[in-house]
C-alpha cells in the first residue's frame, strides 16, 4: 500500500479512505442495545440480535472474501449496464471502472461508487439507531453525473438467513423448510416456525424483515421473496437473472425456501446532477407491531436523518467521556475510537465481530470485570450495582461462572459446556473493587451481601455432582434450603485464599485450565503460573489493608471459611493442598449457612501474613540469572523460562505482574526493562513481543506454541499485556518506559499502511504489523484507564482526587499543555497541565494550581488532593476547571 489506508477529517474520529474497498477483509462495527452488525467496504458482513438469531449470514474474516451473499443494490439501466451500487457482481469491468470513497465516525459507515459509463454514483449510508430500535437502516442516494437524463430501475437485494449460528452447518436445507414468509406492502418479513435444535426444538419467535421505501414514502413496486426467484437457476446472488433481464418475479412457492429481501422500485428518469433517495431497514424482532413502529418512523427521509444525526451526537458523547487532549489530532482521534470500544464489547460480548467467530455470545468473566475499569471512571454509581450482582457468579470454592448474559444473574458454566477453570479469574474482582474504593470511598460496598453461584462443577471444576437438580436454580443454598447469601468481603476473600492453598509442586498457584493466556491449555495437572502467583499476593496484601481501612472490630464469614485461616507451614506443599482438599469437600454439596464473628484486626495480619510468604518465596525461587523473572512450569515441572537448549525463552507475562505487584525491587525492574528491550522489542516494528520464539511446540504446556511465532498467543504484539506492561511500570514510577510501551500501540494502530485496520486498539499485531482481531479486547479499557489515572495522574484515592502528574517530555512536544476531562464524584472535571520549560517527569513538580479561577494554597510537590467533600459542593451541572503549573 503506498498511502495511507485512511485519514482523519475532523476532531470527533471521522475518517476517509478511497482504498478501503482494496482490503476484503475490513470490517466496521454498527450496532446498539438491541441489534449487532458487521459491515465491509463492499457492504459484506452480518447482521444479529444473538447467536440464534442472525438476519445476514453469519460471516468469519474469510467469509467477507469468499461469501457472495451481502447487501447488494442494484441499478438496471438496459441489458448491458446492471450496476451494483456495492461493487458486488460479477461483472469485474464495471468494478474497475468504478471510483471508490469511504467515509466513517462514531458509529455511522459510508460508501460512495460512481461509474462514468453507467453515468451514476451512489452515496450509501449504514448505521444502527443509537435509539435502540433493532435495525439497521441503509439509505442510499442514486446521482446522475452526466449532463444527459438517465432511467434506471433499482433493487435492494438482502438475501434473508434468519436462523441461528449453528445452522449454517446443521441442517441448513432443513431449517429452510421452516421459513415462512410474509410479504408486507413494504417488503419481505420472515418467521421461521422452528428454532432448529435437535437437542431440543423450540418454537420460533423471531421475525426477520427487510423493508424499503423511496424518499416519498412511496413502496416496491415488485418483491422478490426468494432467493431462488430473485436469482432464477442460472444466476446467484452476483449475477440475478431477475436484474440482469429486467424480469418481474415468478410466480412460484415461496414458503419453505431460503428468504429473500429483494425489493425492485419504479423505474424512473433522473435529471442531470439530480439524485433520488431509498431507504431500507434490516432488523430482527419478536413483534409485527414494533415493525409497524419502525415503518413509521424511517419511512419519513427527514425523521430518518434527524435518528443518524442522534446517532452520530450519542457516539461522539461516548467517546467524550474521558476525553484526552495532547494536540496530537491523530492520537486523540484515534483515542475517541479506544474510548467507545469498552461499550462494544459490553454489547458484542467476544462474540460477533468477523474475526470473533469462536463465540456463541455472552462476555467471559474476565472481560465482565475489565469492562467495568473504564466504566468506574465515567459512572461509578451505575457500576455498583453491577460489581454487586458480578459477585453471583463466584462459585463457594472461588472458581466461577466463565460466562456471563446480559441478564442480571444470568451465569453458565462455559459457552461449550466444557467444565474449565481459569486460574487467574479471582485476581480480576479484587483489582476492580479496589479501583471502585479509591474512586469512590465506598467501603460499604464490601459489607453488600449477593449469592453464590452453584451449578453441576464442583471441587473447582474437577468433578460432577451427579445428585445436583438444575430445576433447584443456579444459587447456593444452605442446609435450610434458603439461598446463602454472604458479604463482597467474603466472595473476595475466597477466592483469594483458595488459591493461596491451591499449589503445585513449586509451591506457586496451580495453572489449571490456563491463566490470561487462554493458549496455555495443557498443563492442567501440573503446570503453574508464577506471573499470576504474584497477583494473589498482591491481593491478599490489598485484602488486609481494605480490612484496617473498613474500621470494623469484627468480621462475619462462612463457618466453613476457617478452614483457610491461622497458622500453617506454608513451605508444605502437601499440607496446603490437604487443606485446601477438606475445605472443597466440606462445600462441594453446599453450605451450612452458619457465620463465624472474625477479629478484623486478626484476619488482616493473617491475610499479611501470607502475602509476604508468597513474595518472599517468588523473590527467592524465580529470579533468573538472565536478569528476569520465570513465569512458568509446564505440566512435567519444568521450568519455562530461561536459557534452555541454547535457546533463550521468556515471556512479557511473566515480567508484568512481578512488576505490578511490588514483588521486583527497583534494580529488578531496570533488570526486566534491559531484558525485555533486549529479547522482546521489535527493532523494525517497534512493538513487544509476548514471548520469544520457544521454536518448538509446547504440548506440556499449551496451543499457543502450536501457532505460527508472531500471531494470537505466540509472540504476537498482544495489546493486552502490553498495556498491562505500562500499567506496571507507571505504578512503579518507570514513567518514560511506560509511555513507551502504551506510543508503541498507537503508532502501531496509526501505522494504517501496516495496520489495515481502521481505527481502533486490536486484540495484537502480527509479524507483518497488520491489527488482528479489531474492537473487542479488554486493553482498551486498560489503555484508557492507564493513561487518565496514572499517566495524567487524575485518580481517586481513597474517595478523594489526587492530582499526580506522570507526563514525560515527549508528550510535550507538539504543546506545552496537555489536558484531561473525566467525571469524579458526579461533577466533570478539566485538568490542565502547563509545562513552559517542557521539563520530564521526575524533574518537575506541582509549584501552582488553580480551581475555577481560585488559587490553592500548596507547596510545590509530585501531587497535590482536594477532598471529595470540597469537590461535592460544586455544582454537578458545570465542568469545573483545575489548572496546573509544573516546574
Known sequence: MKEKL????????????????????????????????????????????????????????????????????????????????????KDLKQIKEDTFRMEAGLLWHRIARANKRIGLEAEILSFVPSSSEPVEVMQVKISNTTKRAVRFTPTAAIPIYGRGANNLRDHRHVTSLLQRIIPDKYGVISKPTLSFDEAGHRPNKDLYFVLGWDEKGLPPQYLYPTQEIFCGEAGDLEAPESVLGNLPPAKMQ????????????????????????????????????EIKKIIRKFKDLKKAEASFRQTKDFWVKKSLEAEISTSDSEFDNWLRWVSIQPTLRRIFGCSFLPDFDYGKGGRGWRDLWQDCLSLILTDPASVRSMLVNNFSGVRIDGSNATIIGKKPGEFIADRNDIARVWMDHGVWPLLTVDLYLHETGDKGILLEKTGYFRDQHILRSRSIDKEYDPSEGSCLKAKSGKIYKASILEHLLIQSLAQFFNVGRHNHVRLEGADWNDGLDMAGENGESVAFSTMYALNLSLLARMLEKLGRERIEVAEELKLLLGPLDYCNVKAKRRLLEDYLQKVSKGISGKKASLNAALLADDLMTKSEWMQGHIRKSEWLKDGFFNGYYDNRGRRVEGRAGGILRMTLTGQVFPVMS??????QIKKILASVNKYLWDKKLKGYHLNTDFKDEQLDLGRAFSFIYGDKENGAFFNHMVVMFANALYRRGFAKEGWRALDSISKMALDTKKAKIYPCLPEYFNLEGRGMYAYLTGSASWFVLTLARLAFGVRGQDGDLLIEPKLCVE?????????????????????????????????????????????????????????????????????????????
Not at 477529517?9 to 482490503?23: H, L, Q, V, Y
Not at 438469531?53 to 451473499?69: E, Q, Y
Not at 439524485?275 to 430482527?284: Q, T
Not at 511490588?662 to 534494580?667: E, N
Open 6 to 89: 485512511w485519514r482523519f477529517t475532523d476532531g470527533s474520529g471521522s475518517f476517509s479512505s478511497k482504498s478501503a474497498d482494496n482490503i476484503r477483509s475490513l470490517y466496521f462495527a454498527l450496532c446498539n442495545e438491541s441489534l449487532m452488525s458487521s459491515i465491509s467496504p463492499d457492504l459484506h458482513g452480518d447482521i444479529k440480535s444473538g447467536n440464534s438469531a442472525f438476519l445476514l449470514s453469519p460471516v468469519s474474516r474469510i467469509d467477507l472474501i469468499n461469501l457472495r451473499s451481502s447487501r447488494n443494490f442494484w441499478v438496471y439501466i438496459n441489458p448491458q449496464k446492471a450496476w451494483s451500487a456495492t461493487g458486488v457482481s
Open 254 to 289: 415461496i414458503q419453505g425456501r431460503e428468504a429473500m429481501g429483494a425489493l425492485r422500485f419504479r423505474s424512473m428518469v433522473l435529471g442531470p446532477g439530480r439524485s433520488r433517495s431509498y431507504i431500507i431497514v434490516m432488523g430482527i424482532t419478536e413483534h409485527l407491531s
Open 662 to 667: 511490588g514483588i521486583a525491587d527497583d534494580k
Open 811 to 887: 508528550q510535550f512536544k507538539k504543546s506545552k499543555t496537555l489536558s484531561v476531562s473525566r467525571m469524579f464524584a458526579g461533577r466533570r472535571i478539566r485538568v490542565s497541565f502547563h509545562n513552559p520549560a517542557r521539563l520530564d517527569y521526575g524533574k518537575y513538580k506541582i509549584i501552582r494550581a488553580s480551581l475555577n479561577g481560585r488559587n490553592l494554597f500548596i507547596k510545590p510537590s509530585a501531587g497535590i488532593t482536594i477532598s471529595r467533600k470540597e469537590i461535592l459542593r460544586f455544582p454537578a451541572t458545570k465542568t469545573h476547571i483545575l489548572k496546573v503549573l509544573l516546574g
